[in-house]
């Protein structure tokens, strides 16, 4: 006879709808990125996006309403893994030259992932309409957000004042953004590395020819 103490208490059915219905929105909000990232951001429709998922129409339904809602999601999934790509990956370098070349790194290997090609999809095809331009101001503010957080982890804390700090990183990220464009828009494979070295080498330029009287005086960190 089984111990009623090793026993595991039996889940509520309740407990266990509210699991499911979980795991279903996360596979339609994962389906939802990957047919953004594969087909474009205007045949992501429903029927794609839930045979992907592996759910109906209904199910897409009561988890979402619409698809503007759905395609929220989306975007609030990707804008939510660029913040944690901020906040996990550990700042590299002790100077400001070693922290652009690292954080290059970093960022150009996520802008090869297909949830960072989704959200240049949205940003690239969207705002025809009131809702899309939502979608894409939604999108904007979010990645503002985590910018403005890298800037401070990255080079304001070596003294780089925030002006100058966010301007370079703005050139770092639009420079890496275009060259992802280009792969996408041309179907073009390569790695850039003379393009990359070039926008690298112009970041580092510009931050080493400032005043620096802040950074010495605060050193490194």
């Known amino acids: 006879m089984r111990n009623d103490a090793t026993t595991?208490?039996?889940?509520?059915?309740?407990?266990?709808?509210?699991?499911?219905?979980?795991?279903?929105?996360?596979?339609?909000?994962?389906a939802t990125i990957a047919c953004i990232a594969e087909d474009g951001f205007a045949r992501a429709s429903t029927t794609r996006i839930a045979k992907r998922a592996g759910v109906t129409w209904g199910v897409l339904q009561h988890q979402f309403g619409d698809k503007a809602a759905m395609l929220e999601a989306a975007v609030d999934r990707v804008v939510d893994?660029?913040?944690?790509?901020?906040?996990?990956?550990?700042?590299?370098?002790?100077?400001?030259?070693?922290?652009?070349?690292?954080l290059e790194r970093i960022l150009w290997r996520a802008f090869q992932t297909p949830t960072y090609r989704a959200l240049l999809e949205i940003q690239l095809h969207s705002?025809?309409?009131?809702?899309?331009?939502?979608?894409?101001?939604?999108?904007?503010?979010?990645?503002?957000?985590t910018r403005d957080d890298i800037s401070r982890r990255w080079f304001e804390s070596l003294g780089v004042p925030r002006r100058e700090s966010r301007a370079a990183l703005g050139v770092l990220v639009g420079g890496l953004r275009g060259l992802a464009v280009?792969?996408?828009?041309?179907?073009?494979?390569?790695?850039?590395?003379?393009?990359?070295?070039?926008?690298?080498?112009?970041?580092?330029?510009?931050?080493?020819?400032?005043?620096?009287?802040?950074?010495?005086?605060?050193?490194?960190?």
């Open 8 to 30: 595991a208490p039996a889940r509520r059915p309740a407990e266990v709808r509210s699991e499911r219905s979980r795991a279903s929105r996360r596979r339609v909000i994962d």
């Open 81 to 102: 893994g660029s913040a944690a790509m901020a906040d996990t990956h550990r700042v590299a370098g002790t100077s400001v030259a070693e922290r652009v070349v690292a």
């Open 127 to 145: 705002g025809h309409g009131e809702f899309d331009g939502q979608l894409a101001d939604r999108a904007a503010k979010g990645l503002t957000r």
């Open 182 to 221: 280009e792969v996408i828009t041309s179907r073009r494979a390569g790695r850039f590395e003379r393009e990359r070295k070039l926008i690298v080498d112009a970041v580092v330029r510009a931050l080493d020819e400032g005043d620096g009287s802040d950074r010495k005086r605060k050193g490194t960190r």
